[in-house]
């Protein structure tokens, strides 16, 4: 294949914008904020095989999460800490076909997810830094005029150079080194100026800007090109009722200090070797979800998930409510069969499972990162017999950890702790049922014990 680099050529000055200048997404530009604006244009045409003489593919200066650190190159951005509040845009709008490649320089193993990349039409001179919302998916996407999807996790390892690129028709595509060109999405409005939009998130800590190329189609040798299918992007409206925008996830405070109702653990669901590892009483208002997957049911008045037909395809269920932070929830393995492969997957999940219908819910839980919510999944990895006792717990740090038989297995991922999560398990080979025990919250715990004692409520489950 033959690839042309651009040629670089100095940018000229650009006026500066008001005070008080409504931005692209809503906000306003501080008085002292210095602004520049370019002039409206539509995208740059497919260039002739040739050099194409463009200035240099940089991040913007100034419009970029308040996680970022840049380089005094403008080629090379850091995450400070946490996982998100690490949008970044280009300087310059990118030309169609004109391959946006980035190294990926660091990585954090203990989150979930990795790289967002794409595209929006809005100038990033004209949107002030501070909207800027902590994630790009869904907080952007969910917006007009911003296209964006995760990186399979897969990729985002240190020191591969990803290329992602938008053709004529809106399609959006990507490849990893030398790897064939993959479709990504869809549905990019190519008649309006576009800016690459990138995402350093969670799994992805750093990433490098390296010299940008164009490769007309038309440069192309026969067949060099092979565009694998994977699902589009979905922004059509049945779509958008299922992207769950975070502000409207803030959970009522009745859902967040609801009375947990506590009573001894019945016996019935105890004949287990490793029952005297739970604690003496359990709160019992956790249940599953009424939405599961089409291959799963539910019995026992919402405490059990049994597989069946014995097909493990589409087999997901939820909590019926958001996890609290530090409260473990216990799951009883009530049936395994060792002739089968495969084992319990589980995780959270900003979505609420009320939004979903069980034909959303797919045969392999991984392919959730790819929605507009926050999925975080994961695989038990230590095999599971008829009787064993699963802990999972959420902490203040995001960190989910999972105990086994009462043994700590350590943490397992790191997620989003400051937004409602459901949590969800997807029946696989060996697992044929599973049980929901109840949870044991400290916290709750003290603080009823407090409120009997004559203490009061302080607002965030403690008792003073």
């Not at 990729?155 to 992602?164: L, P, R, T, V, Y």
């Not at 395994?336 to 797919?362: E, Q």
């Not at 960190?399 to 297995?409: P, Q, V, Y």
Request: glycine share 6%; hydrophobic share 35%.
């Amino acid at each position: 294949m033959e690839s042309h680099m651009i040629s670089l050529m100095p940018e000229g000055l650009l006026p500066v914008l008001p005070a008080e200048t409504p931005d692209s997404i809503g906000g306003s530009f501080p008085a002292s904020s210095h602004r520049c604006h370019h002039k409206q244009k539509h995208c740059l045409p497919i260039p002739q095989c040739g050099t194409l003489t463009v200035s240099p593919l940089l991040f913007h200066p100034h419009t970029k999460g308040s996680q970022i650190i840049m380089d005094t190159t403008q080629k090379a951005v850091k995450r400070q800490s946490s996982f998100c509040n690490a949008i970044t845009f280009s300087n310059r709008p990118i030309i169609i076909y004109e391959q946006v490649r980035l190294k990926i320089t660091k990585k954090q193993c203990c989150w979930s997810g990795a790289l967002r990349i794409g595209f929006t039409s809005k100038d990033p001179s004209r949107i002030n830094p501070d909207t800027l919302p902590k994630y790009a998916c869904p907080d952007l996407v969910s917006q007009t005029g911003f296209w964006a999807k995760a990186l399979p996790e897969e990729f985002a390892n240190e020191g591969n150079i990803i290329a992602f690129w938008v053709d004529k028709k809106g399609r959006v595509f990507y490849r990893v080194n030398d790897s064939a060109a993959m479709l990504f999405f869809s549905g990019v409005r190519t008649a309006e100026p576009l800016w690459a939009l990138i995402d350093v998130y969670g799994l992805t800590r750093g990433v490098q800007l390296l010299d940008s190329e164009i490769i007309p189609p038309d440069c192309l040798r026969p067949r060099s090109f092979t565009a694998i299918r994977r699902p589009s992007l979905r922004q059509e409206t049945e779509d958008a009722r299922l992207s769950v925008s975070l502000c409207d996830l803030n959970l009522q405070e009745e859902s967040l200090h609801m009375t947990a109702t506590t009573c001894p653990i019945p016996q019935n669901s105890l004949n287990s070797q490793h029952s005297h590892l739970l604690p003496s009483q359990l709160e019992s208002d956790l249940r599953f979800h009424h939405l599961r997957g089409a291959h799963v049911k539910i019995l026992d008045d919402q405490t059990v998930a049994r597989l069946e037909h014995a097909r493990d395809e589409r087999t997901l269920v939820f909590t019926s409510r958001p996890l609290r932070i530090n409260e473990t929830i216990f799951v009883k393995i009530n049936k395994s069969n060792s002739a089968r492969t495969g084992t319990l997957s589980y995780g959270v999940t900003s979505c609420d499972p009320s939004t979903l219908r069980p034909s959303d819910l797919p045969y392999n839980p991984e392919s959730l990162v790819d929605r507009k919510e926050f999925w975080a999944v994961c695989r038990v990895l230590v095999p599971l017999q008829s009787g064993d006792i699963l802990g999972f717990m959420v902490n203040s740090d995001g960190e989910l950890h999972l105990s086994h038989n009462g043994a700590s297995t350590g943490m397992q991922v790191c997620v989003d702790s400051s937004q409602p999560l459901w949590m969800f398990f997807g029946l696989h080979g060996a697992v044929i049922q599973i049980r929901l025990l109840g949870m044991s919250d400290p916290c709750l715990s003290q603080s009823l014990v407090y409120k009997q004692q004559g203490g009061t409520c302080c607002g965030e489950g403690w008792w003073e």
